[in-house]
């Protein structure tokens, strides 16, 4: 077991104890901690799946700018805590919940092994290493040529959703 | 790395965004579920993009990236508008969707 | 055939100028252009009918030409072209319903005078419609062509009958003429319908050339005829669909000379007479148009003996003349029931036209008991209202007198008749004499029963609408000429044209009666019409122009007044369909709303409405309000739509 092996498996070890985490913990800030966590960790799963772009980008997006969002939005709604529940209450909401994620774990979980022995058979560079190095330049053709029109889709939507922000942020002129 | 395992993480992280998306009535956790799933579709993509050797896959993680950070911006905006009329965050008291 | 598109082409456009740039012509641009139009339409159906004259007689002994102007509708096997069929009748119907057509244009110029420019337009709009329908229905080629003008030309009268639109009354009449022209429509549809299925064209040459086919169907060959002649009697107001003409009064007096007189009520007529080699491979057919016509003629004289409206006297007139063309091509008297169409034509519009004149002098009043001595005032009217009444009445040497006498007298002879037709066919001659005497006297003679002011304001009418009737006048009282009896002279020009027209009814037919009623001399029948019509006239001046007591002794006894109600009351044909159809129709109708449509149809969409409610008032309690709980369902979905992907569904 490589260097790269060990990281990997330590890394979604800890990626899917920190997702559980966050959604048991109960305060809101110990939770975008956690998140944060959990984000850090699939980076380097990114990094190991030799997909290094993508890795620096988690840690850039989500690490950096979502995660100062989450902080700020933490910052300003100042509720860390909420009101409980009648526990009763509580207890057939937390049940469904477990009943709902375990079901579809375990569908995708099913799917995933009867699929198995397809895959392995499509199977057709085992995972090269070559991908990972240099791919920047490749991704970034990729993108400016045959994704050419999802990414600029994708940037008219991020001008939109500024906009949008911007308008809902501000005060009523009224007020 | 072992693809079937790969695809088995992003399984289980997307089932525990689930449910916490269900169970979490704190709106910023739910985001975190939701932000949590797009992830595990993405280990998912990138996954599949190094066992094929294909840079596809890695692609639609950027596309994927861009439109998670417009719909968490998006995302709080709202709930921050949301804040200041009524003071209070929790999902379950605003329920004006009720028919 | 050129100039027969012409004929048709040119009050088409008429019309059409008439009545899109109607409002920017002048009144005298518009009246005389459209009657140009049909005048050089004259022109052309005389050139037309030279051409008819000149043609060689074919091997069948018929003379006609026959053209498609472009193929019309051609489905499967079918193929129906717009054709047009010029033969001695069609040619001479064509010159009459234009020559009759320009003189009614004319007189309607100064008679439609004080109409604003835009009805005038409209006016000479659907006039110049009507001439150009009623020539496409005469020299059709085919009964498609031929139905085609027989509802163009329904569709002016109704538009023509309810010109005074601002009048309930006249558009109530269009309607009501409209509508009982449907009915017969219908029977002519499916006649023409018939003819299709069994001979695949409906050419006139095709079919009325080979009537043996249809005569080899059994039933057929009576049912098909009596399906057309429906369409004639909707169409030429015979009973029992006789009851929209007088209401047709309601236009302005020259449609009603034109349209309700003269040309398009006779449509009936020609169409018979045009398809008479179906009709007499049936005698049940010829008995029935023949006994229906006698019926009318009977019928609608009676009630003209009562009316007081003029128009209203006329029309019945016609209906009752209608019927004698009938009867006439009903005993196969096919020559002579043209010849009393073409003579009638002449003489009934001249009466429209005197009647026309009339209100025009008075200020619209019709009621003619509020009149007399008009002969003063309007002697030109006069005069020719009165040769116009002579020929109706058959009056010795006028064109009425020949033209009905040849029909009776063929009732009486031909094969196809009996004695009985003759007798009612010469009780309604009497009957005749009398009301046309009676309007005459009672219009233009004896003293005025007008009120002062009004008697002061009558005049004579302008030269316009004198000289159609002066030109009318010559032509009502010289058309005899052309149809002297025959055992008088041999100089038969009318019966020599129409010749090729026309098949003899086969001589095999006649009963034995028929051959007994051949020994009566034609001396004793002319004598007898012209006793007829001199005693009517020496009885009415007695009667009315004298001003006898007679009318209110007769009043007196109950039996009198009783039949004076019945004739009053036109045998209370309107009450008896309002009460029977239109009433029956509505208790119908009601009864489809109460009960099916209120109690079956309405309670089965308002259960659909509250089953729609109830399941929605159901599904709303899906609706929480908590996004959680969407988010939950939402999840819910895909894990089901994952699982029936996987297949464990």
């Known amino acids: 077991m490589g260097l790269t092996q060990a990281l990997f498996f330590t890394f979604a070890a800890l990626a899917l104890a920190s997702a559980l985490s966050v959604v048991f913990t109960r305060h809101t800030v110990w939770a975008a901690y956690l998140f944060v966590a959990h984000l850090l960790c699939l980076a380097v799963l990114y990094a190991c799946l030799s997909a290094p772009l993508v890795a620096v980008l988690q840690v850039m997006v989500y690490g950096g700018a979502v995660m100062v969002l989450f902080i700020f939005a933490i910052m300003i709604l100042d509720a860390s805590v909420l009101g409980r529940l009648d526990w009763r209450q509580e207890a057939l909401q937390a049940g469904l919940s477990l009943a709902l994620g375990l079901g579809l774990a375990g569908l995708l979980f099913y799917v995933l092994d009867r699929h198995a022995p397809a895959l392995a058979l499509a199977n057709p560079v085992s995972a090269s290493a070559d991908l990972g190095r240099g791919n920047v330049a490749a991704l970034g053709r990729m993108l400016y040529t045959q994704y050419l029109l999802p990414f600029e889709v994708i940037s008219v939507l991020l001008v939109v959703a500024a906009v949008g922000i911007l308008v809902m942020a501000k005060r009523k002129l009224e007020d | 790395m072992p693809i079937e395992f790969t695809l088995g993480l992003a399984a289980a992280i997307f089932s525990v965004g689930a449910a916490g998306v269900t169970f979490r009535r704190d709106p910023l956790v739910l985001f975190m579920c939701v932000e949590m799933m797009f992830n595990a579709a993405n280990l998912a993509l990138v996954g599949l993009s190094g066992y094929f050797g294909l840079l596809d896959g890695q692609t639609m993680v950027f596309l994927v990236l861009a439109v998670a950070a417009a719909e968490v911006a998006v995302g709080l905006a709202i709930l921050i508008a949301i804040f200041r009329v009524r003071q209070d965050v929790d999902v379950d008291h605003v329920s004006e969707l009720r028919g | 055939m050129t100039s027969v598109y012409w004929v048709l082409f040119l009050p088409l456009a008429m019309a059409l100028v008439n009545r899109l740039w109607g409002g920017k012509l002048t009144r005298a641009m518009s009246g005389v252009l459209s009657s140009l139009a049909v005048g050089l339409a004259l022109l052309f159906s005389l050139y037309a009918f030279s051409r008819v004259a000149d043609l060689p007689l074919s091997d069948q002994g018929s003379r006609q030409i026959f053209g498609t102007l472009y193929s019309w509708i051609s489905v499967g096997g079918v193929n129906l072209g717009f054709s047009l069929l010029l033969d001695p009748l069609s040619a001479l119907m064509a010159s009459l319903v234009a020559g009759v057509g320009l003189l009614i244009h004319v007189y309607s110029i100064a008679y439609m005078g004080g109409e604003d420019e835009g009805e005038f337009s409209r006016y000479f709009a659907y006039l110049n419609f009507f001439v150009f329908s009623m020539l496409v229905l005469v020299m059709a080629g085919s009964f498609l062509v031929m139905f085609l003008g027989w509802e163009l030309v329904g569709v002016s009268s109704y538009l023509l009958i309810g010109f005074y639109r601002g009048r309930e009354s006249a558009v109530k009449a269009g309607v009501k003429a409209f509508l009982v022209n449907r009915v017969g429509d219908f029977g002519f549809l499916l006649g023409i319908l018939a003819l299709l299925v069994n001979y695949h064209t409906l050419d006139f040459p095709a079919i009325l050339g080979n009537p043996g086919l249809l005569a080899g169907r059994g039933a057929l060959a009576t049912v098909v005829p009596l399906l057309l002649f429906a369409g004639a009697v909707g169409k030429s107001a015979q009973v029992p669909l006789h009851v929209w003409l007088p209401d047709a009064m309601e236009g ?398």
């Open chain 3, 252 to 649: 302005p007096t020259p449609v009603s000379a034109l349209m309700h007189a003269a040309t398009m009520v006779a449509a009936g007529v020609f169409m018979v007479l045009r398809c008479h080699a179906l009709f007499q491979a049936s005698p049940a057919a010829m008995a029935t148009v023949a006994w229906t016509g006698v019926a009318t003629a009977f019928l609608a004289a009676s009630i003209a003996l009562v009316q007081t409206d003029i128009k209203r006297v006329l029309a019945y007139s016609t209906i009752s003349q209608l019927g004698y063309m009938m009867l006439g091509a009903g005993v196969g008297a096919y020559t002579a029931a043209f010849f009393h169409l073409f003579t009638h034509a002449f003489f009934k519009s001249l009466l429209f036209l005197g009647a026309g004149s009339v209100m025009h002098a008075m200020g619209g009043e019709l009621d003619m008991t509020r009149m007399g001595g008009l002969k003063a005032r309007m002697p030109v009217t006069y005069w020719t209202f009165l040769a116009g009444a002579l020929c109706l009445a058959g009056f010795p040497l006028t064109s009425g007198f020949f033209s009905k006498d040849e029909i009776l007298r063929q009732a009486l002879v031909s094969p196809g008749g009996s004695p009985w037709l003759w007798l009612a066919g010469t009780l309604t001659a009497v009957l005749t004499a009398v009301y046309a005497f009676r309007l005459v006297f009672k219009v233009f003679h004896g003293e005025t029963r007008m009120e002062k002011d009004a008697w002061d304001h009558v005049h004579e009418s302008p030269a316009a609408m004198t000289l159609p009737m002066v030109l009318l006048a010559a032509a009502a009282l010289l058309a005899g000429l052309l149809g002297l009896p025959e055992s008088w002279t041999r100089f038969q020009p009318f019966r020599d044209w129409m010749a090729p027209a026309f098949f003899d009814l086969p001589a095999g037919l006649m009963p034995a009666a028929q051959a007994a009623a051949q020994a009566v001399p034609d001396w004793a029948l002319l004598l007898l019409a012209s006793a007829i019509a001199l005693g009517g006239l020496a009885f009415c001046w007695r009667v009315f122009a004298r001003h006898s007591d007679l009318p209110s002794r007769l009043m007196e006894s109950p039996a009198a007044r009783g039949v004076h109600a019945l004739l009053w009351n036109k045998y209370y044909f309107d009450e008896a369909y309002q009460a029977v159809f239109v009433d029956g129709f509505r208790g119908l109708c009601r009864l489809v709303w109460r009960f099916v449509d209120e109690g079956i149809i309405a309670n089965l969409v308002d259960l659909a409405g509250s089953m729609a409610e109830a399941a929605g008032s159901t599904l709303t309690l899906l609706q929480t309000g908590y996004v959680r709980f969407y988010l939950g369902a939402f999840v819910l979905g895909v894990v089901l739509i994952l699982a029936m992907l996987a297949g464990l569904i």
